[in-house]
């Protein structure tokens, strides 16, 4: 499969526990993107990487998230001391900005966290 | 004021029938316009760009109008394959091609 890989798909976890996220990027991708989708809503940007840089913020991400793309391939969501509200779906996209231009915007499958 | 707004719907519709969805977009810097299509609990995938012009894509067509900063979705001859959500989804101009997207309007077409 080449498309945008996320681990895992679900995962429920206690509030106030430490949750990690995994994105595989497609391949040639150098930009990754972090989105939060809630029910009923669109989904809401988040973070994205240029390569190893993150180089975008939302003020949605507070100081319990933190995202890493340490070698400019995958990259981690993590949230610490989590709480009911942090239940979403979290979407990882990437794409392959050259120039002026950005390619192939592809959104993985996706990891559903539900904080109980 | 939300940046991208839709209305949620949901449009129930019968087969074979035309439907049609609008958004507005607040800021004036977009610079480029899509529709993707969600099925329930899986991710978003693009369906169309949207282009000044006006496109279409098969029983699918799209427009745009920039001076009222509103977009439209319209679907002919429509399918039971076509029940999803269509959200709108709207991209600044230099904003590192970060997508704003919208509610979404929830179709259900029926027999």
């Known amino acids: 499969d080449t498309g945008v890989s996320q681990d895992p798909r679900h995962k429920i976890t206690k509030r106030g526990q430490n949750v990690t996220f995994r994105c595989d990027p497609i391949?040639?991708?150098?930009?990754l993107y972090w989105y939060r989708q809630t029910l009923g809503q669109g989904p809401e940007f988040l973070t994205y990487f240029q390569n190893e840089a993150q180089l975008e913020k939302s003020r949605l991400l507070s100081d319990r998230f933190s995202a890493e793309r340490p070698k400019g391939s995958f990259s981690t969501l993590e949230i610490q001391r989590t709480e009911q509200g942090d239940s979403a779906m979290y979407l990882c996209?990437?794409?392959?900005?050259?120039?002026?231009?950005?390619?192939?915007?592809?959104f993985g499958s996706g990891t559903r966290l539900t904080v109980v | 004021r939300k940046e991208v707004e839709q209305d949620p719907g949901p449009f129930n519709v019968p087969e074979g029938a035309t439907v049609a969805f609008n958004c507005t977009y607040s800021?004036?810097?977009?610079?480029?316009f899509f529709w993707y299509r969600q099925d329930c609990r899986k991710e978003p995938k693009l369906l169309m760009s949207v282009y000044s012009s006006g496109n279409e894509d098969g029983r699918f067509t799209a427009q745009l109008n920039r001076a009222s900063q509103y977009i439209s979705l319209l679907i002919r001859d429509s399918k039971l394959s076509d029940s999803a959500t269509y959200l709108c989804v709207v991209n600044e101009r230099g904003g590192g091609n970060k997508l704003t997207f919208g509610t979404g309007t929830q179709l259900k077409v029926e027999l």
């Open positions: 996209a990437s794409s392959l900005a050259r120039g002026r231009g950005n390619y192939g915007y592809t």
């Open positions: 800021n004036s810097a977009s610079q480029s």
């Open positions: 391949s040639e991708h150098n930009r």
